[in-house]
């Protein structure tokens, strides 16, 4: 069972793009979810997570204020609203199934999948 994200694309610096992780073969509604990037070269790193019922969220610190995380439970998906996008926030973004532990830790992640690719021009 893998989570897949959709909705990457190639937009200029200040735009805006809503990304979408849908989950297939099991709804995993009752789990925190996160998303991650990871731009070219460099290592995997956290975004942004969200508990299983929406009710607390938590950032990255260079992405606070401009992203937002939010699910909707009855159609199995968790978006990622991305706003005043920089060429920094270039890379491909996953969205996987949280197990416990520190949320910005790659390895306390399942179902990852395909991610969307994010491109920013300056």
């Known amino acids: 069972v893998q989570l897949q994200a959709s909705g990457g694309g190639l937009v200029q610096a200040g735009g805006s793009l809503r990304l979408s992780c849908a989950a297939s073969?099991?709804?995993?509604?009752?789990?925190?979810k996160g998303w991650f990037r990871q731009a070219p070269g460099k290592e995997r790193e956290f975004v942004a997570a969200i508990t299983w019922n929406g009710g607390m969220s938590y950032y990255r610190d260079s992405v606070k204020g401009r992203f937002t995380i939010s699910r909707d439970n009855a159609n199995n998906t968790v978006y990622l609203h991305m706003n005043s996008l920089k060429p920094e926030d270039t890379a491909v973004y996953y969205c996987?199934?949280?197990?416990?532990?520190?949320?910005?830790?790659?390895?306390?992640?399942?179902?990852w999948g395909q991610g969307t690719l994010v491109t920013v021009s300056s």
């Open positions: 996987a199934v949280f197990m416990g532990g520190r949320y910005y830790d790659t390895a306390n992640y399942r179902a």
């Open positions: 073969g099991r709804t995993f509604s009752t789990y925190d």
